[in-house]
């Protein structure tokens, strides 16, 4: 069955540390990958999305994310967190079929120490 | 741009009444979808179109919930009646299929049944 996994439901850093999100997705073919984030009160905003080429991709607000296939991950990184990223983030899948829909993880919230 | 628009942005409506949410979506967008947000059972997909036809509405939770999309800028999902069960936040997205998978989510409608 198509999946997605966000095995954390809750992540602390502290101000200026480095970041990493993981998901993992169950799918027998490349799919298409992407990243949002939701503020609370807020509807969901794209992040960042990997269709193919390069497997690092960049996306709004100094976030990367790496599709690695041999691990089925697709792993949000930032290098330096600010209070503002604090927020709730879903990984979500698609291209499976020809429906266009996407299968949206559990999400991980964000928490930031000052 | 204007991005999608739905409205209203809250809703508090007593159990048994018939709650009406609207959803624009992006100009020239072709695919619409309807999502449920809750803390338990997180982001589900109720029902999508393309080109106007409800495509998929497996993910509709029972015959209370309805949906329609007369036409291209304009969709609304309807609640008869509703129940306390369906407080939740209801999110629309659009996309332009054939061209992108990512999808736009407008703000939500926070619903409260009491």
Do not use: F, H, L, N
């Given at each position: 069955a198509q999946s997605v996994t966000q095995p954390d439901i809750h992540i602390t850093v502290s101000e200026g540390a480095s970041l990493e999100l993981r998901c993992n997705y169950s799918y027998g073919a490349t799919p298409y990958l992407f990243w949002y984030v939701q503020s609370p009160g807020q509807g969901l905003q794209l992040l960042l999305k990997y269709f193919?080429?390069?497997t690092l991709v960049q996306g709004i607000k100094g976030f990367e994310a790496e599709f690695k296939r041999s691990q089925s991950s697709f792993n949000l990184r930032k290098p330096s967190v600010h209070w503002s990223d604090a927020a709730e983030y879903f990984c979500a899948v698609g291209?499976?079929?020809?429906?266009?829909k996407l299968i949206f993880g559990s999400g991980t919230r964000l928490l930031v120490r000052p | 741009d204007a991005g999608v628009i739905q409205s209203p942005r809250h809703e508090v409506t007593e159990m048994g009444q018939e709650v009406t949410l609207r959803c624009k979506p992006i100009s020239g967008h072709n695919s619409l979808f309807w999502y449920r947000q809750t803390m338990m059972r997180g982001l589900e997909l109720l029902i999508y179109f393309n080109n106007n036809v409800p495509?998929?509405?497996?993910?509709?939770?029972?015959?209370?919930f309805s949906a329609k999309m007369p036409n291209a800028s304009f969709s609304t999902l309807k609640i008869?009646?509703?129940?306390?069960?369906?407080?939740a936040v209801y999110f629309c997205a659009s996309n332009l299929r054939g061209k992108t998978y990512e999808q736009y989510f407008g703000p939500g409608t926070r619903l409260t049944v009491t």
């Open positions: 193919s080429g390069d291209g499976m079929d020809s429906s266009y | 495509i998929d509405d497996s993910g509709m939770p029972e015959d209370r008869q009646p509703s129940e306390p069960r369906d407080s």
